[in-house]
């Protein structure tokens, strides 16, 4: 059978650091072709060559038998290469609205009118969103949407070209359950016409649920390519780590005295009220599926928002943040879900992003003391495994699993005494994933620790203690040891299904 897109020896190098080394890879009609890669292997600057962000220094692309060499994004999309980034915000545009995203290119592109109709834009989105099943308001702007929302319209963007090749960098990141099902039977549908998929992730859910084959690509190279029935998923994730990977198991805590908590608190109006304690020394993780109000929660902890009633106590002292300064001068710090809009500053170096929040501890009568700052991000380069050149890298030239590093490494940089994580492990790979769980795990004394996590996995190997939330309040609560996954299970569905009813 001939490939539908071939790669034969691709390599990219940005100064002495070489990403790519002779990748060769072929993509064929109705196939799904799953990438797994650690943080730093090469998949995004793969992703960006397909696409035409940046050129190869070696090796060639050929697309339906035709080289392919795109000089822009605009030019590999035209020829029927389409691709969603990881980056939400890379695919789309955050001052239009829903109905203007959706048809920006037929606006922009060649052979667009001059002059603009908005029904006939309003039309062409709707039949748009019809396809794909996407339920939002098209006069809305972007902006205001949730990230779930303004994923699942890039998505639809994307797919709108009816593509020859389909390059989806994890896209159910920010997706519910339901969600992430329309995607997949788009996928399917994809599959049945003819498109060629490549599809990058780390969650063992999606990969089970739609891949036909799987690239385990390490160090810029093909490390093993698994196929046939049954897929070898083990075989892939050691190909790509290097070494084997044994599930990751926690001598679970009780912690000590209360750090924080939150009495009769409600979030919205019409929700139930919580309380919540937390202890030092102890990781809890808040669960539940996307959309049930744990961002919500983590920003009002945060003094990002505020609830709508109930009181919150932080070391035995009244706690009510009404602006983010306020919790960090109380020792409460977030690592925020969105790291591109609320986390990374890209025109920054890696370690003025680290020391961004706390730079008054980092000067010395107004002048700053970059010494100092270095060494604070090189300790936290060693201590979490950031793949780079050295601390003065640039963050976008950084892979997406080690900007959010950098993300966890800016507020570990600084001791805290309550640490708020939201989804901390998104775009991070198995083995990153495991050596951040256990980082946090091994800094807990001092402080109360609570994640934000959507995947069962992550809670089951980095928390003491679960809480399950839906509707925006808590609705069951677990010990992490003799777990009875039945009724962890049941709480996550049974919250689901009082939601839908």
């Known amino acids: 059978m001939a490939a539908m897109f071939r ?9 002495p650091y070489r990403v790519l080394d002779g990748v060769t890879l072929d993509l064929f009609a109705g196939q799904v072709t799953v990438l797994m890669g650690a943080n730093g292997a090469g998949k995004s600057t793969l992703v960006k060559i397909m696409s035409g962000v940046h050129e190869p220094n070696s090796g060639s692309m050929t697309l339906l038998g035709q080289p392919f060499a795109p000089s822009s994004p605009a030019e590999a999309m035209r020829a029927g290469v389409v691709t969603v980034h990881q ?44 396809r794909l099943g996407l339920d939002v308001d098209l006069r809305a702007d972007i902006s205001s949407l949730s990230l779930a929302d303004r994923q699942m319209v890039s998505i639809a963007r994307a797919m709108s070209h009816e593509p ?31 498109v060629a998929i490549l599809y990058i992730s780390h969650r063992m859910s999606d990969i089970r649920r739609i891949a036909d084959r799987i690239v385990s690509l390490r160090d810029g190279r093909i490390a ?17 780590l290097g070494r084997s990977t044994l599930a990751a198991t926690i001598d679970v805590k009780d912690g000590g005295k209360p750090v924080f908590e939150a009495i009769d608190m409600r979030l919205k109006p019409g929700s139930e009220p ?26 009002t902890l945060f003094g990002l928002r505020q609830p709508v009633s109930g009181s919150m106590v932080l070391d035995g002292r009244p706690y009510a943040p009404v602006k983010p300064h306020n919790a960090i001068e109380r020792g409460a710090f977030l690592v925020a879900k969105d790291r591109a809009e609320s986390g990374i500053v890209s025109d920054f170096n890696l370690y003025r992003n680290v020391t961004l929040p ?44 080690n900007q959010q590093k950098v993300m966890v490494a800016r507020w ?61 309040t808590i609705v069951g609560e677990h010990r992490n040891k003799n777990l009875d996954m039945d009724r962890l299970l049941a709480d996550v569905a049974g919250g689901a299904m009082k939601g839908a009813a």
Not at 164 to 174: A, F, G, K, N, Y
Not at 225 to 231: A, H, I, R
């Open 87 to 130: 980056n939400i915000n890379d695919g789309v545009v955050a001052s239009l609205d829903v109905a203007s995203n959706l048809t920006l290119d037929r606006l922009s592109g060649r052979g667009a009118r001059l002059f603009v109709n908005p029904r006939r834009v309003r039309r062409k989105a709707a039949d748009v969103a019809g």
């Open 274 to 299: 919580f309380s919540l304690s937390l202890r030092d020394g102890e990781v809890v993780a808040v669960t539940g599926l996307v959309g049930v109000g744990k961002t919500r929660l983590a920003e």
């Open 164 to 194: 020859r090749v389909m390059i989806l960098d994890e896209p159910t990141s920010s997706l519910s359950n339901a969600e992430a099902e329309r995607l997949f039977a788009l996928i399917e549908r994809l599959r049945a016409h003819g």
């Open 7 to 15: 790669i034969a020896g691709l390599g990219k190098s940005f100064g």
């Open 224 to 240: 093993g390519m698994f196929e046939g029935e049954p897929l070898d998923y083990e075989g892939a994730v050691e190909a790509m």
């Open 412 to 472: 570990m940089s600084q001791p805290s005494r309550f640490f708020i994580l939201d989804e901390p492990f998104q775009g991070v790979d198995i083995s990153a994933r495991r050596d951040i769980a256990a980082k946090l795990r091994a800094s807990a004394a001092g402080r109360a620790t609570l994640l934000f996590l959507t995947e069962l996995d992550e809670v089951l190997e980095t928390a003491d203690r679960i809480f399950v939330m839906s509707e925006h």
């Open 358 to 401: 706390f730079l008054q501890r980092f000067s010395s009568a107004g002048v700053m003391r970059n010494g100092a700052e270095r060494q604070a991000a090189r300790v936290q380069i060693d201590n979490l495994s950031i793949v780079c050149r050295s601390e003065s890298d640039m963050m976008n030239t950084l892979s997406g699993g």
